[in-house]
């Protein structure tokens, strides 16, 4: 609760106010990239829908969604592709939310879940439930990766606790579970039989192929759920934003505020690579896009829109830039994230 602002920090609190900017000409412009933004996503996602070995028109595709078209039509958009479209939407815009809330509390550009190595406890929680557990169901297998991430995540809170979320010790314990992780997931591959090795391959390459409603379902009403949670905290980031001092004058509970952001965060993290595998660089790069092209009013919004975007384009590609031959989207995100980083490096200001 805010009981009273210091005369010192009034310049501080007024940046940190997630007010737009500006007079009605910068507010005009801050509405259009919002609106560029969206209507670019719905692009996208229709051009998903009408995309395949059946090309539909966006007529065919809108009579199918409204339900006016024929039962092949709605059958083919309704039931094989609307769900991995959506798929792609929902699973960015979390792993998008969840890059700018690591990279807001670490104040580091690298701080993302697949950097700091959360995807990777996800893995070996696949890894164990598919040597242990005799034809894990997606169930099992969506538990043991939420288990793994969450417990890598526990694991680099403690190494880390002493200089706290904020700053390079958090990334680096982070790479450094993460290495130690993936040593692990190496030599159990290593020593399982070769059905269990292949299995665990296909889930970590990260994909959308099988994505069908029965398993979309419950992943969809989890990420609602945690992005609700995470939708009431996040307006606080701008106040962790000014610095811990000002914040506990402010009258914030920064720790635990800061816990309650980072389980948020691994658990838009952990759902999404329970339903598709770890998907790289998306939540790398989606703040960064963002902060580039979207007005910064609403960074962690803007960033998952960004992911939203970002994950919707590779997963098209994926499907169909080199039909018949479809690609994991996890290698497409990979390569996208290589070609950004190499142009971040090339073109930054010095």
């Not at 959308?208 to 379902?217: G, P, V």
């Not at 995470?230 to 509970?253: C, N, S, Y």
């Not at 997963?315 to 989207?329: C, E």
Request: with cysteine; aromatic share 6%.
């Amino acid at each position: 609760m805010i009981h009273t602002r210091p005369a010192s920090n009034a310049s501080a609190v007024t940046r940190a106010a997630p007010v737009a900017a500006g007079g009605p000409p910068a507010r005009a412009r801050s509405r259009w990239r919002w609106a560029a933004g969206v209507t670019l996503l719905a692009a996208v996602f229709l051009a998903a829908l009408a995309a395949g070995d059946l090309a539909l028109s966006p007529s065919e595709v809108w009579a199918a969604l409204t339900g006016s078209a024929n039962d092949f039509t709605q059958t083919v958009v309704l039931a094989w592709r609307l769900p991995r479209a959506l798929a792609a939407v929902a699973f960015g815009a979390a792993l998008g939310a969840a890059g700018s809330i690591f990279q807001t509390l670490t104040r580091n550009p690298l701080g993302s879940p697949d950097i700091i190595g959360f995807n990777t406890g996800a893995y070996i929680g696949v890894l164990l439930a598919l040597i242990l557990i005799p034809a894990p169901g997606f169930a099992a297998t969506a538990t043991a990766a939420l288990v793994g991430g969450l417990a890598a995540a526990g694991l680099v809170l403690l190494f880390s606790s002493r200089s706290g979320v904020g700053g390079n010790t958090f990334v680096l314990a982070g790479i450094a579970i993460s290495a130690a992780l993936g040593a692990w997931n190496t030599w159990l591959v290593y020593k399982t039989d070769t059905a269990t090795a292949t299995a665990s391959s296909v889930w970590a390459a990260g994909t959308l192929d099988n994505t069908r409603w029965e398993l979309l379902q419950p992943v969809l009403i989890a990420l609602a759920v945690i992005a609700a949670a995470t939708a009431m905290t996040v307006p606080k980031l701008r106040i962790i934003e000014l610095g811990d001092d000002l914040a506990h004058a402010l009258g914030l509970r920064v720790g635990a505020t800061r816990l309650l952001l980072v389980v948020c965060a691994v658990g838009l993290t952990a759902v999404t690579t329970a339903a598709a595998g770890p998907i790289m660089f998306v939540a790398l790069a989606a703040p960064h896009l963002a902060r580039a092209v979207l007005p910064r009013t609403h960074p962690t919004l803007a960033a998952a829109l960004a992911g939203a975007l970002l994950l919707s384009i590779a997963d098209w590609l994926a499907a169909h830039a080199f039909a018949p031959t479809q690609l994991p989207v996890g290698a497409v995100t990979v390569s996208l994230g290589g070609v950004y980083l190499t142009l971040t490096i090339l073109f930054r200001k010095r």
